[in-house]
């Protein structure tokens, strides 16, 4: 589960592979702000139900940087499944080198970014891991896979909230969906605010990807909402990884903290 500011996403593993990312068999999204309890339920009898078990005990690994929608969840757990196993991830939990002062004060779902972002980069090359969701992130793994910090910003929605509620004329506008990149040239106001919000946040992940990898060669690696239409603009090695970080929290519940400090797999 990966618990966000906008979103829950959910995804069910049957298995995990030792090489490349896990794939996740069936997944989930509930908004944060109100939880549809009913519909996990529904999911899960559905989705989780084998032959030989229609009701199997599972594992729950919780990455979250919402502790009031995680707090809501887990109590739910814990009242109609109460014999499933459940984790709330930290730092310490996963297998990653975090070379920060306090690796417990960074939001979860960047490390856990990182730890896929290991299992997909060029073992001669660092990763750069962009989260365009609520906030967009811009982090760096290092060559020998070691998180090393980024930049974070608002998002092109939050962006969006931000013009509306500071400004008296201008309107609120959907960034939510973004299939295709906005001309860059708004003929009126609301053509122009896309084109800023779109086109001020690519160019923001553009540069911070220059300044990061100091003209390196680098694998770039893109999740969240407006992923699909930022990746197609940063160049051949960026890609569009979907399930990234339910990937990544299938790994870390996989393989635990334990290899950490030794070398795991990278593609």
């Not at 509930?30 to 899960?44: R, V």
């Not at 014999?83 to 002062?101: F, S």
Request: aromatic letters at 6%.
């Amino acid at each position: 589960m990966d618990v966000g500011n906008a979103r829950i996403k959910l995804g069910l593993f049957r298995s995990l592979c030792a090489v490349g990312l896990p794939e996740p068999a069936a997944t989930l999204s509930l908004t944060d702000d109100s939880p549809q309890f009913g519909q996990l339920a529904t999911w899960l009898d559905r989705s989780a139900a084998t032959p030989y078990s229609p009701r199997p005990t599972l594992v729950w690994s919780i990455a979250s940087v919402n502790r009031p929608a995680a707090s809501r969840l887990i109590d739910w757990l814990r009242e109609h499944r109460p014999d499933d196993r459940v984790t709330l991830l930290a730092a310490d939990d996963l297998p990653l080198d975090v070379r920060l002062e306090r690796p417990d004060m960074v939001g979860v779902d960047r490390l856990i970014d990182a730890v896929a972002a290991n299992r997909l980069r060029s073992a001669c090359r660092p990763a750069v891991v962009v989260d365009v969701g609520s906030a967009i992130t811009v982090d760096l793994v290092s060559v020998d896979g070691a998180f090393c910090g980024g930049a974070i910003l608002p998002g092109i929605a939050m962006s969006a909230r931000a013009l509306y509620e500071f400004t008296d004329l201008l309107p609120l506008l959907d960034m939510s969906e973004l299939a295709e990149p906005p001309p860059a040239l708004g003929t009126h106001t609301v053509a122009a605010m896309r084109s800023g919000l779109f086109w001020g946040a690519v160019g923001a992940v553009r540069e911070l990807i220059a300044q990061l990898t100091a003209g390196a060669e680098a694998d770039v690696f893109l999740t969240g909402g407006a992923g699909p239409a930022v990746a197609q603009l940063l160049g051949p090695t960026a890609r569009y990884i979907p399930h990234l970080t339910l990937a990544g929290i299938a790994i870390a519940t996989e393989v635990g903290p334990a290899c950490r400090a030794g070398p795991w797999p990278v593609g």
